[in-house]
C-alpha cells in the first residue's frame, strides 16, 4: 500500500444531512430484532435523556441512551433494543403512557426486576403486550415514553417519547472517547497492522460519526476507517506527512452489527484516538 490513496473524509457540516442510504451496501437496515414470526412491525425509536426530561425526580445530567421499538399488532408483541450511557445498572425498562412533561403508567414491561446480564447498557428483548395497548401505541406513539430505571433513579434515570422512526441523525450531548492507543499496551499502530474498535453505539444504528486524531506520527502515512468484517477499502481516511504531527478529521463510520469498526495503518505507525459525537440510524 502507498501514499497515493485520496484523502476521503466527510465535511463535518455534511454528515448531519448524510443519507443513511448511502452505507447499505455495508450495513444491513437496522431495527429491533424480527419477530419469530416474521411479522410486519411499526418501526420506533425513542431517544432517552436524564436530566429534567425525568418527571417528577430529575435523572443524572450526563445520562443518555436510544431505544429502538419494534411493534408487532398480528403478533402481539413488541421488541427493544435498547442502550444507555451514564446511568449505570438498570433495575427495570418500560413503555409508559404519557405525554412530554408527564408521568403515567406502565403499559408495556421489558423487566421489572432486572438483573444479570439484563441491567445494561444494552439489551435486546422481544415482550408480549395487550392488543389494545399496541393498537394506541401504534395509532399515537408521541403519547407513550419509554423510562429507564436504575437504583439511583427508582423513579428513572432516562426517558424519551416513541416516535416513527426513519433514516436520522443524532448527536451525543458530550463526545465519547472510545479508543486511545496511548493509553492501551499495544501503543501505536503500526504498518499494516489492523486494529478493531467497539464504538459502544446503540443496537441497531447503522454507523457512527467519529472524530479520529492521529497523534506522534512517524514520517508519513495514514489509516483507513471501515466497518469490521468488511474488505479493506481502497480510499484511506486520514493522511499524515510528516513525524510529529497531529491531524484529526471528523468523518461518517460504518459498523458492523456489534457496533465495530476497524482501522487500518498504511505506512509507518502513529497513536490513533477515537470519539464518537453521534450515530446515524
Avoid at 45 to 61: F, I, R, S
Avoid at 146 to 161: D, E, F, I, L
Wanted: contains cysteine; glycine residues 12%.
Amino acid at each position: 500500500m502507498g501514499l497515493s490513496r485520496k484523502h476521503l473524509v466527510i465535511p463535518f457540516a455534511a454528515v448531519i444531512g448524510v443519507s443513511a442510504g448511502m452505507i447499505t451496501n455495508v450495513m444491513a437496515d437496522s431495527g429491533a430484532r424480527t419477530s419469530p414470526s416474521g411479522a410486519p412491525s411499526v418501526p420506533l425509536v425513542a431517544h432517552l435523556k436524564g436530566g429534567d426530561e425525568e418527571v417528577p425526580t430529575p435523572g443524572p445530567a450526563d445520562g443518555f441512551g436510544t431505544a429502538l421499538v419494534n411493534v408487532y399488532g398480528a403478533e402481539g408483541e413488541v421488541c427493544v433494543e435498547l442502550s444507555t450511557t451514564n446511568i449505570g445498572p438498570w433495575t427495570m425498562a418500560h413503555i409508559h403512557e404519557g405525554t412530554v412533561g408527564t408521568a403515567g403508567g406502565v403499559v408495556v414491561d421489558f423487566g421489572s426486576d432486572l438483573s444479570g446480564a439484563e441491567t445494561g447498557p444494552k439489551l435486546t428483548k422481544c415482550v408480549d403486550a395487550d392488543e389494545t395497548v399496541i393498537d394506541a401505541i401504534m395509532a399515537d406513539p408521541t403519547g407513550y415514553y419509554v423510562n429507564v430505571h436504575t437504583a439511583a433513579y427508582p423513579a428513572g434515570a432516562v426517558r424519551g417519547q416513541l416516535l416513527h422512526r426513519s433514516s436520522e441523525t443524532q448527536f451525543n450531548p458530550v463526545p465519547v472517547r472510545v479508543y486511545d492507543s496511548r493509553a492501551v499496551a499495544e501503543g501505536k499502530i503500526a504498518a499494516d497492522e489492523t486494529r478493531t474498535v467497539d464504538l459502544e453505539l446503540p443496537v441497531g444504528v447503522r454507523a457512527g460519526i467519529v472524530t479520529v486524531t492521529v497523534a506522534e506520527t512517524e514520517v508519513g502515512g495514514f489509516l483507513t476507517v471501515y466497518a469490521a468484517g468488511e474488505p479493506l477499502p481502497e480510499s484511506s481516511t486520514i493522511n499524515w506527512t510528516a513525524d510529529g504531527q497531529a491531524v484529526a478529521t471528523t468523518t461518517m463510520a460504518a459498523v458492523d452489527v456489534d457496533g465495530m469498526i476497524n482501522i487500518t495503518a498504511g505506512q509507518n505507525a502513529t497513536h490513533v484516538i477515537v470519539d464518537v459525537i453521534g450515530f446515524i440510524l
